[in-house]
């Protein structure tokens, strides 16, 4: 009997954190995939900033210029709804770690997991040229 | 000779059960100590991001309107 409780402790035990590792990895390999994404926009955006500055570009004489140049993939207010997308990001991958860490019941870490499947969409979505669907592929037998 | 099989074969699996249960607590705790360190929050590309924001702003603030 003892060794059927013991069994059965480590059987629970395992599943509890098969989950556990299940959430990590998964937050872990978004993580990767949202850095990755914007380092290539991040890259871009400041070639056509060093494009763009007066300092470098005697065309461009003006703020509306200096906008123009830019164009609207990468003028201040694209690459504010990008920075805003991190901050969101961000947000949710701390308390997924909070939950995680605390040890919460695996629907409410598995909501979070999906939560900052979201947020990461949404930020690589605003990236030109990447594909949100990148997300599903990698999350594919975790959630 | 029932009990001459059946000892070993439980003290093995008690030994496997042990093992098993450090080798977990191990991991668990190597992967506490990631969710800690802030490994699931992406601060490389906020800092990036920050700071690309911030290098617009000046160089618009450096420009004038028209």
């Known amino acids: 009997m003892k060794k059927l409780l013991l069994a059965t402790t480590l059987l629970t035990s395992c599943t509890s954190a098969d989950r556990i590792r299940y959430a990590y990895a998964g937050g872990a390999t978004l993580k990767q995939a949202v850095e990755d994404t914007h380092a290539l926009y991040d890259g871009k955006l400041n070639a056509k900033i060093d494009a763009c500055d007066p300092k470098n570009n005697k065309a461009v004489t003006t703020d509306a210029q200096f906008d123009a140049c830019l164009t609207d993939r990468y003028d201040e207010a694209a690459a504010t709804r990008v920075l805003k997308a991190v901050e969101a990001y961000n947000k949710v991958a701390s308390t997924l770690s909070e939950l995680i860490l605390i040890g919460a019941e695996w629907p409410a870490v598995q909501q979070k997991l999906r939560e900052l499947a979201t947020a990461a969409k949404t930020l690589i979505a605003l990236v030109p040229g990447a594909d949100p669907a990148v997300v599903d592929r990698l999350l594919r037998g975790v959630l | ?66």
């Open chain 2, 1 to 66: 000779v029932i009990r001459e099989i059946l000892v070993p074969v439980i003290e093995g699996i008690a030994k496997a059960i042990s093992t098993s249960r450090e080798a977990l607590a191990a991991e668990l705790e190597e992967i506490a100590k990631g969710v800690r360190d802030g490994k699931l929050i992406a601060n490389e590309a906020f800092t990036r991001a920050k700071h690309s924001v911030d290098r617009i702003r000046e160089v618009k603030e450096g420009l004038p309107d028209e």
